[in-house]
């Protein structure tokens, strides 16, 4: 507990640097600015803990130094600057702080269940871990440890010793605040739980106060961040609907959808596009949450701002860098975004063209954050797998699908494009924008990961919907609150099926049945458990050690990088864009466990630069007799029940060329 409480100070130090920022944009007295200026501060914080690790100067020391000067220099330049904020904000009172923290209390439940069971020990000490969890949270782990180590541009894990092409800004607060594997101050797993905790809040706190900012009404604002947080989705219904429609009892309904993607419906069932809840943000991929709320934020400085105000635009320019940092994709969309408020507001007469120069102030923090990105190479190939056009996943059923995995938040949006003046559609115009390239991202872009762009436009789509839904609500009550609050009413219980039953499956370490090609529970063992703490404690920290990639599928394909922390020469990473070496690499290392040879298998280890090989129960058992014949190649420094840990000999001197 001492740890936790340690970590969660420095995660607050973390966050300090950027609180002047935050309430010189929304002044003191407005939560957002204090919310802004933390997600800011922590994204700044990982920027300078960046340096001291490119120079090579990674120590405690070092951090807290970087974090000092950028800490200094940011509150130093908060005094010295205007008390009036660039962004004037509706007074905040009582009934919006209620609204705001009714609405935390609620994101906390989503966040923390399905978090507090990750990696539950059964009653044979296994630590279990729900599939999914594996895919990304898992593997995350694997990211902040390899950049624990501080080698700048990281190593892939998966693929060493190449340089790992991805948006790892993020993992750089952990991977820091956490300490050295010599002394830490919690473990890697703890550190991710925490951050990705606090992201949730946060990032949900923007989404409620950009929409209160946008309209001046707390409690529409309250109701459309519900239906983005529990019932964006119609999925859940539907599929309950076709149970029903087939003669299913409710106790078979439950049984089958423990066991079914239930947010992936509009895939399985129409092949079209999957897009995830917000709670699978919260869960498994906090990078992105950070990065789309960092773009949210830009829009809402915008939307309430003066477009004309050359701090309002440097604001929105480091808010959008921000955003390109934590994931350049996502960070670009967000810049198209910005441009079409920009141009639409010049053909609208509200920006002079002579203006437009104005916007290097904009342009000019997001071309450094792309600069910074290409100089860490985290782009890498990106280019070859982007596909532009009307086909893939977007191209099937394509108003079903968006409808089915959006309509608790079309449907008031929608009322909110229709003229009323009584409450009228104001600032929130800024985010039709956003809808529209969320679309054609949806419809016209595909990568080698066909499912991936859209996921990332169904993140647009939900934190910006929220603010035509907040003025379609207030409509409704201005008219009756009652039938306001029986069409919100309607529409949680049409889409909450769908992340309520979402929520148990991840929270679900008790399932144990086989999902599509993989176990809905992933197990590590005792004697597993056993064999990672002793490659942890035993090895150097830049061992190579190997399991056969192939047999462990998407299974335990994360194993060694993120239990042991250690690195492999071949992998197959199921988070990570794909690329033919993959699957090169993980085949070679395949033919090595098949070899029967022993002489031949040791040659080829030693030429991928293989230090350790890992067996275990998902292995023959045949492997390690063939390796144990041969102790001069393969000694055995580690064994129990299954699992043996083989260390890959030296080559003789009289065996070199």
Same mark, same amino acid.
């Given at each position: 507990?001492?740890?936790?409480?340690?970590?969660?100070?420095?995660?607050?130090?973390?966050?300090?640097?950027?609180?002047?920022?935050?309430?010189?944009?929304?002044?003191?007295?407005?939560?957002?600015?204090?919310?802004?200026?933390?997600?800011?501060?922590?994204?700044?914080?990982?920027?300078?803990?960046?340096?001291?690790?490119?120079?090579?100067?990674?120590?405690?020391?070092?951090?807290?130094?970087?974090?000092?000067?950028?800490?200094?220099?940011?509150?130093?330049?908060?005094?010295?600057?205007?008390?009036?904020?660039?962004?004037?904000?509706?007074?905040?009172?009582?009934?919006?702080?209620?609204?705001?923290?009714?609405?935390?209390?609620?994101?906390?439940?989503?966040?923390?269940?399905?978090?507090?069971?990750?990696?539950?020990?059964?009653?044979?000490?296994?630590?279990?871990?729900?599939?999914?969890?594996?895919?990304?949270?898992?593997?995350?782990?694997?990211?902040?440890?390899?950049?624990?180590?501080?080698?700048?541009?990281?190593?892939?894990?998966?693929?060493?010793?190449?340089?790992?092409?991805?948006?790892?800004?993020?993992?750089?607060?952990?991977?820091?605040?956490?300490?050295?594997?010599?002394?830490?101050?919690?473990?890697?797993?703890?550190?991710?739980?925490?951050?990705?905790?606090?992201?949730?809040?946060?990032?949900?706190?923007?989404?409620?106060?950009?929409?209160?900012?946008?309209?001046?009404?707390?409690?529409?604002?309250?109701?459309?961040?519900?239906?983005?947080?529990?019932?964006?989705?119609?999925?859940?219904?539907?599929?309950?609907?076709?149970?029903?429609?087939?003669?299913?009892?409710?106790?078979?309904?439950?049984?089958?959808?423990?066991?079914?993607?239930?947010?992936?419906?509009?895939?399985?069932?129409?092949?079209?596009?999957?897009?995830?809840?917000?709670?699978?943000?919260?869960?498994?991929?906090?990078?992105?949450?950070?990065?789309?709320?960092?773009?949210?934020?830009?829009?809402?400085?915008?939307?309430?701002?003066?477009?004309?105000?050359?701090?309002?635009?440097?604001?929105?320019?480091?808010?959008?860098?921000?955003?390109?940092?934590?994931?350049?994709?996502?960070?670009?969309?967000?810049?198209?975004?910005?441009?079409?408020?920009?141009?639409?507001?010049? *053909? $609208?007469?509200?920006?002079?063209? &002579?203006?437009?120069?104005?916007?290097?102030? /904009? +342009?000019?923090? %997001? !071309?450094? =954050?792309?600069?910074?990105?290409?100089?860490?190479?985290?782009?890498?190939?990106?280019?070859?797998?982007?596909?532009?056009?009307?086909?893939?996943?977007?191209?099937?059923?394509?108003?079903?699908?968006?409808?089915?995995?959006?309509?608790?938040?079309?449907?008031?949006?929608?009322?909110?494009?229709?003229?009323?003046?009584?409450?009228?559609?104001?600032?929130?115009?800024?985010?039709?924008?956003?809808?529209?390239?969320?679309?054609?991202?949806?419809?016209?872009?595909?990568?080698?990961?066909?499912?991936?762009?859209?996921?990332?436009?169904?993140?647009?789509?939900?934190?910006?919907?929220?603010?035509?839904?907040?003025?379609?609500? *207030? $409509?409704?009550?201005?008219?009756? &609150?009652?039938?306001?609050?029986?069409?919100? /009413? +309607?529409?949680? %219980? !049409?889409? =909450?099926?769908?992340?309520?039953?979402?929520?148990?499956?991840?929270?679900?370490?008790?399932?144990?049945?086989?999902?599509?090609?993989?176990?809905?529970?992933?197990?590590?063992?005792?004697?597993?458990?056993?064999?990672?703490?002793?490659?942890?404690?035993?090895?150097?920290?830049?061992?190579?050690?190997?399991?056969?990639?192939?047999?462990?599928?998407?299974?335990?394909?994360?194993?060694?990088?993120?239990?042991?922390?250690?690195?492999?020469?071949?992998?197959?990473?199921?988070?990570?864009?794909?690329?033919?070496?993959?699957?090169?690499?993980?085949?070679?290392?395949?033919?090595?466990?098949?070899?029967?040879?022993?002489?031949? *298998?040791?040659?080829?280890?030693?030429?991928?630069?293989?230090?350790?090989?890992?067996?275990?129960?998902?292995?023959? !058992?045949?492997?390690?007799?063939?390796?144990?014949?041969?102790?001069?190649?393969?000694?055995?420094?580690?064994?129990?029940?299954?699992?043996?840990?083989?260390?890959?000999?030296?080559?003789?001197?009289?065996?070199?060329?």
């Amino acid at each position: 507990m001492m740890g936790i409480l340690l970590y969660a100070v420095l995660y607050l130090l973390a966050c300090a640097p950027g609180l002047p920022i935050g309430w010189r944009i929304f002044g003191r007295r407005q939560p957002i600015g204090w919310v802004a200026g933390a997600l800011t501060g922590c994204a700044l914080s990982a920027l300078v803990f960046w340096v001291p690790a490119w120079f090579g100067v990674a120590h405690p020391l070092a951090f807290g130094a970087a974090w000092a000067v950028l800490t200094t220099g940011t509150w130093v330049w908060g005094r010295g600057s205007s008390r009036d904020p660039i962004v004037n904000l509706p007074v905040w009172t009582r009934v919006d702080t209620r609204w705001w923290l009714a609405l935390l209390a609620i994101v906390a439940v989503f966040v923390i269940l399905p978090f507090s069971r990750v990696g539950e020990p059964d009653e044979t000490g296994a630590r279990r871990y729900r599939a999914y969890f594996t895919a990304d949270f898992v593997w995350h782990m694997a990211m902040t440890q390899e950049l624990a180590r501080f080698e700048l541009p990281p190593v892939n894990p998966y693929l060493a010793p190449e340089p790992i092409h991805y948006y790892w800004t993020y993992f750089m607060v952990p991977a820091v605040l956490s300490g050295p594997a010599s002394a830490p101050v919690v473990s890697t797993e703890t550190a991710l739980k925490f951050t990705a905790i606090a992201t949730a809040l946060l990032m949900f706190s923007v989404i409620f106060l950009g929409t209160r900012a946008v309209t001046a009404r707390s409690g529409a604002a309250f109701a459309a961040c519900l239906l983005a947080l529990m019932a964006p989705s119609w999925e859940g219904t539907y599929t309950m609907a076709r149970y029903l429609a087939n003669g299913a009892s409710f106790a078979q309904i439950a049984q089958e959808v423990r066991g079914l993607n239930i947010d992936a419906v509009t895939n399985w069932r129409f092949q079209g596009l999957r897009i995830d809840g917000l709670v699978r943000s919260m869960w498994w991929t906090p990078q992105h949450a950070t990065s789309f709320t960092f773009g949210l934020l830009a829009l809402v400085t915008v939307a309430a701002g003066a477009i004309t105000s050359r701090r309002l635009m440097l604001a929105a320019g480091l808010f959008l860098a921000l955003s390109v940092v934590m994931n350049p994709f996502l960070g670009a969309a967000f810049c198209v975004i910005h441009g079409l408020v920009v141009l639409w507001s010049m *053909a $609208r007469g509200w920006l002079s063209p &002579r203006r437009l120069i104005d916007q290097a102030l /904009t +342009v000019g923090p %997001v !071309a450094l =954050a792309l600069g910074w990105t290409v100089l860490n190479q985290m782009g890498g190939g990106a280019g070859d797998a982007v596909t532009i056009g009307w086909g893939g996943l977007g191209a099937n059923a394509p108003i079903l699908t968006l409808v089915l995995s959006l309509g608790g938040l079309l449907v008031p949006a929608a009322i909110a494009l229709w003229p009323d003046r009584r409450v009228p559609m104001g600032q929130t115009w800024v985010a039709i924008p956003a809808f529209i390239v969320a679309l054609g991202l949806a419809w016209f872009v595909s990568l080698t990961d066909i499912a991936w762009v859209g996921f990332r436009a169904g993140n647009i789509f939900q934190i910006t919907l929220p603010m035509l839904a907040a003025v379609g609500v *207030a $409509r409704m009550a201005d008219r009756s &609150r009652a039938a306001a609050v029986a069409f919100v /009413t +309607v529409l949680v %219980v !049409a889409g =909450a099926p769908t992340t309520v039953i979402d929520t148990f499956n991840a929270q679900d370490v008790d399932n144990r049945e086989m999902g599509p090609g993989f176990r809905w529970t992933i197990p590590i063992s005792t004697d597993q458990q056993a064999g990672l703490r002793w490659i942890r404690t035993s090895t150097p920290a830049g061992a190579i050690v190997q399991a056969d990639p192939i047999v462990r599928g998407r299974d335990q394909w994360t194993l060694i990088p993120s239990f042991a922390g250690r690195r492999s020469a071949a992998g197959q990473p199921i988070s990570l864009l794909d690329t033919p070496e993959y699957a090169r690499r993980s085949h070679a290392v395949h033919a090595l466990f098949g070899e029967a040879d022993v002489e031949a *298998a040791h040659r080829e280890a030693v030429r991928l630069g293989i230090d350790y090989l890992w067996i275990d129960d998902t292995d023959e !058992a045949a492997i390690a007799e063939r390796w144990r014949t041969r102790p001069d190649l393969f000694g055995t420094p580690f064994r129990r029940g299954p699992v043996h840990v083989f260390d890959v000999r030296p080559v003789p001197p009289a065996r070199l060329p």
